[in-house]
Each structure stands twice: as structure tokens, then as C-alpha cells.
């Protein structure tokens, strides 16, 4: 199959996005391939919108600038299930390598210690594979609503509808560092979106009564406490039992704040 992969660009990391595009290039598999890097002072759904409809092939692949393909095989891997008439997406496992999570401040280590598993997302963009057909018919990603996260989730939504989302064993390593400060704003930037999630899809959004339930200041304080990992953090879980509250008045005025507005503004 032939693919095209689209890259959104902002300030990079120029090392990494050297060891991304080394990867691309190692891929083995049959077909033609191009890269649409885009670097055009977009938001994320907008650059990856701009990236699909410049995409020359039907096979359209998104990843992100900090996500890594683990592997000469990724790339087929991860199309493979997209020979299935009825497949319109494939999704990438994704993890958080340790050496740099360790690097990370204890609140960090803390909020991201779940992603120190092998994930495999419902869907993201950080490595996706798409039939371009399944977007020209369904409408592509929501960058109006959906300000700094939530369009990947709206758009598994708007997919089902089309077909089967498969979830091979591709993975990509995700290299993004945070500290205190940018992951209590991703919690918040990620609860803001849920919030709109809710309130534009009802009942279809998967895991919609986990959400408005974690978005109960309080009552929902004990939901922040699931996969945290007392082997990985040791005696960080000490710091987790008030940080997890505080992360629950986050979520609440987040999620609440996208419910009212029904659109991700944070």
C-alpha cells in the first residue's frame, strides 16, 4: 500500500526529530511513501488537516514530533489491518520510556506513572494510520471545538460510525518530558475536553459516567488513585494522597467548564 504520513511540526526537538525521521526512512515494507512535514503555525487538528488533504496516497498515517516508531516493521504492522474493507483505522501502542520519566519532578512522576505501561489508546494521533477516504466522507478533525486536546477522541467517535478501528502490536515511544507545572495543565487541558466530549456526544462517549463522576469534587477523589503503581512510585504514593485531591478540583472545574461552553478552550 502506498502511504503518506503526515507530521505536524512546532519547535522541536532537532535530535529527535533527526532520530524520527531516521526511523521513518528504516521502515521495510513495499509501496510508495511520502512525508508531509507541516510546519505551519497550525493548531494540532488543523496541521494534520492541512497534512491529509495535501496527502497524495489513501493511506494516510499521522505522528506526532515526539513519538519515535519502535521497530523496522511499524509501519506495516500498523496499515496491515487496513487491507480489511471494513478497517478504517489502526492504532499504535504507545509508551513512556523510563530513563525519562526518572528525569521527571515528583509531582510529574506522579501524574504520569500510568503511562510507564504499554497503553494502547482508543485513539490518538501519535501514530494512527486512516483510510483518506474515511475522512473526506466523515468530515476531518475538529480544530474549531477542540482547542488543545478531544479531537482524537472525536474522531474515533466519528469513525466507528464507518467501520472497525483495529489495534495491532505497533508501538511507538513517546519522548515528551513534563514537569509540575505543564502536567497539571495537561490534566486540565484533557478534563476541559472530556467536559466538551460529554457534552456534544452524551451516552456514545465511552467512559462518559467515569468522567462526569470524577468531575464531582470529592466524590470523585478516589477514581484519580486508579493505576497508580505503589512498585513504580514507592513512597511517592505519599505524595499522590494530596496531590490526587487537588488533581480532582482541576478535573472538576476542566470538565465542567467544557460541559458549559461545550467547547475546549483551556
Known amino acids: 500500500m502506498d502511504v503518506s504520513i503526515v507530521l505536524p511540526i512546532y519547535r522541536p526537538d532537532p535530535a529527535l526529530l533527526t532520530k524520527i525521521r531516521s526511523a521513518i526512512k528504516s521502515q521495510k515494507r513495499d509501496g510508495k511513501l ?3 512535514e507541516v510546519d505551519e503555525g497550525l493548531g494540532l487538528a488543523d496541521s494534520l ?33 487496513l487491507l480489511q474493507k471494513e478497517v478504517v483505522a489502526s492504532v499504535s501502542q504507545v509508551n513512556l520510556p523510563k530513563p525519562l520519566w526518572d528525569t521527571f519532578d515528583a509531582v510529574a512522576k506522579v501524574l504520569s506513572v500510568k503511562e ?16 483518506k477516504e474515511a475522512f473526506l466522507k466523515g468530515g476531518f478533525f475538529d480544530g474549531k471545538t477542540y ?7 472525536d474522531m474515533y467517535l466519528k469513525l466507528s460510525q464507518q467501520g472497525k478501528i483495529a489495534y495491532p502490536e505497533a508501538r511507538i515511544t513517546h519522548y515528551h518530558s513534563f514537569t509540575r507545572a505543564t502536567r497539571l495543565k495537561k490534566e486540565l487541558q484533557l478534563s476541559n475536553a472530556f467536559g466538551t466530549l460529554v457534552r456534544i456526544h452524551k451516552r456514545k462517549l465511552p467512559g462518559w459516567y467515569i468522567g462526569l463522576a470524577k468531575s464531582i469534587p470529592l466524590l ?7 493505576g497508580l503503581s505503589i512498585k513504580k512510585l514507592k513512597w511517592l504514593i505519599l505524595l499522590a494522597i494530596p496531590l490526587m485531591l487537588l ?9 465542567w467548564k467544557g460541559f458549559l461552553m461545550k467547547r475546549q478552550t483551556v
Open 34 to 36: 511520502e512525508v508531509i
Open 49 to 81: 488537516n492541512f497534512g491529509i488533504r495535501k496527502a497524495k496516497y489513501p493511506i494516510v498515517v499521522s505522528l506526532h514530533q515526539d513519538c519515535i516508531p519502535q521497530g523496522d516493521q511499524w509501519l506495516e504492522t500498523l496499515i496491515s489491518p
Open 116 to 131: 510507564q505501561n504499554v497503553l494502547t489508546p482508543l485513539m490518538d494521533e501519535k501514530g494512527c494510520a486512516y483510510k
Open 147 to 153: 482547542r488543545t486536546a478531544g479531537e482524537d477522541f
Open 220 to 226: 470523585g477523589y478516589p477514581l484519580f488513585f486508579k
Open 247 to 255: 488533581v480532582n478540583f482541576i478535573y472538576a472545574y476542566g470538565f
